[in-house]
């Protein structure tokens, strides 16, 4: 009986051509700065020795792996999917992402890390390790986990901080929230509105502060008070039907509210027909992300359209450039825009111009 034969590996090919591993690397990578000669040789080594390159030979010596990795956080993302309520952060993030990544010749997988265990570090590495990622894109709250901008930077690989422009490494990346946040009350001072609630989203995302801040100082810029006017929720239907509740239900109540969700927005429509309020004729609404199930809300509500899948696109056109070019030093903000539609309308009492 005849020997098995041995498994031809890179270090045969190098043997064979006369060449080091890191050429043989970057010939199968087809990197540029290899003379025409030596490819050949070792090309002609290859097809003799029947070699089929593994993934560890293709990203060798710095070789690109054409991976993007965006990592999401687990709760969040499966809670997301098992309501089926309509959120799309997932969706837009893969839409901008995986079309820009197809363009520069690169893929983007995503996974799905709990960023409230102790067991982060080990997570993630393991993931890394596996994929060899070119970059990785961090979503909030990841974006400001030190335990995992901490890992990537040790690691030396170039990664997007969305929703973060605390000082680090990485790459500050925000999608505009205090300018989101001050253009929709601005939309509702310009129909008259004076008394504009707000409802902010959990403290561990830096967004929550971002969007507070741009409704004061719309506020403040129109010599308004805010006070009273602010409660929180987690982003969800519940508790944001409890903070719709304190605002409705205050003697100061507003004519309308701005909330940092879609799922929260929704329950402001429930609160203010629990109160027996017409939305918009006794209360107008904004709603926060623009996911699908607002064009469907009665009434279909005006929303800030977050801009996710320009920001996905944005985070990967860095990070491919970050193996060639310095990495921006301040914040990189992709702003979104109010799309109006029919939960806003003039205060009560006030006449349109």
């Given at each position: 009986?005849?020997?098995?034969?041995?498994?031809v590996?890179i270090k045969h090919v190098?043997?064979d051509a006369?060449?080091?591993?890191?050429t043989?690397?970057?010939?199968?990578?087809?990197e540029?700065?290899?003379?025409?000669?030596?490819?050949?040789?070792?090309?002609?080594s290859i097809?003799?020795?029947g070699?089929?390159?593994?993934?560890?030979?293709?990203?060798m010596?710095?070789?690109r792996?054409y991976?993007i990795?965006a990592i999401?956080?687990?709760?969040?993302?499966?809670?997301?999917?098992?309501?089926?309520e309509?959120?799309?952060?997932?969706d837009?993030?893969?839409?901008?992402g995986m079309?820009?990544c197809?363009?520069?010749g690169y893929?983007?997988m995503?996974?799905?890390?709990?960023t409230?265990?102790d067991?982060v570090?080990?997570?993630l590495?393991?993931?890394i390790s596996a994929?060899?990622p070119d970059?990785?894109?961090l979503?909030p709250?990841?974006?400001?986990?030190?335990?995992i901008?901490?890992?990537?930077?040790?690691?030396?690989?170039?990664f997007a901080?969305?929703?973060s422009t605390?000082?680090?490494?990485?790459i500050?990346?925000t999608?505009?929230?205090t300018?989101?946040?001050?253009?929709?009350?601005?939309?509702?001072?310009?129909?008259?509105?004076t008394?504009?609630?707000?409802?902010?989203?959990p403290?561990e995302?830096?967004l929550?502060g971002?969007?507070?801040?741009?409704?004061q100082?719309?506020?403040f810029?129109a010599?308004?008070?805010t006070?009273?006017?602010?409660?929180?929720?987690?982003?969800g239907f519940e508790?944001?039907l409890?903070a719709?509740r304190k605002?409705?239900?205050?003697?100061?109540?507003?004519t309308?509210?701005?909330?940092?969700?879609?799922?929260?927005?929704?329950?402001?429509?429930e609160?203010a027909?629990?109160?027996?309020?017409?939305?918009?004729?006794d209360?107008?609404?904004i709603?926060f992300d623009?996911?699908p199930?607002?064009?469907f809300?009665?009434?279909a509500?005006?929303?800030?359209?977050?801009?996710i899948?320009?920001?996905a696109?944005r985070?990967?056109?860095?990070?491919i450039?970050a193996?060639d070019t310095p990495?921006p030093?301040?914040?990189?903000?992709?702003?979104?825009e109010?799309?109006?539609?029919?939960?806003t309308?003039?205060?009560p009492?006030h006449n349109a111009?």
């Open positions: 009986m005849g020997r098995r034969r041995q498994a590996t190098a043997a006369g060449v080091s591993l890191q043989v690397s970057r010939v199968i990578n087809n540029p700065n290899v003379r025409p000669v030596m490819k050949e040789r070792v090309q002609a097809d003799k020795l070699y089929v390159p593994s993934k560890a030979a293709q990203q010596s710095g070789s792996s991976l990795l999401n956080d687990r709760d969040l993302t499966i809670a997301d999917w098992k309501a089926r309509g959120r799309d952060w997932v837009q993030m893969m839409f901008g079309l820009t197809a363009e520069h893929r983007m995503i996974e799905l890390v709990d409230h265990t067991h570090e080990r997570e590495g393991a993931a994929l060899q970059g990785v894109i979503t709250p990841h974006s400001e986990n030190p335990l901008t901490g890992l990537l930077a040790e690691r030396n690989i170039p901080r969305i929703g605390q000082p680090g490494p990485g500050a990346m999608m505009g929230d300018h989101n946040a001050r253009i929709a009350t601005e939309h509702l001072l310009g129909l008259g509105h008394a504009i609630g707000f409802i902010a989203g403290a995302f830096s929550s971002w969007r507070v801040a741009g409704w100082e719309a506020m810029a010599g308004l008070s006070e009273g006017l602010l409660e929180k929720g987690d982003f508790t944001g409890v719709a605002l409705l239900g205050a003697a100061n109540r507003p309308a509210i701005i909330a940092s969700s879609d799922q929260m927005s929704i329950a402001v429509l609160a027909r629990e109160y027996g309020l017409e939305v918009p004729r209360l107008s609404v709603s623009n996911s199930i607002v064009r809300t009665q009434p509500l005006t929303a800030i359209d977050q801009p899948a320009a920001t696109s985070a990967v056109e860095l990070l450039a193996r990495a030093t301040e914040p990189v903000r992709v702003k979104g109010l799309v109006v539609r029919d939960s309308a003039p205060a009492g111009a």
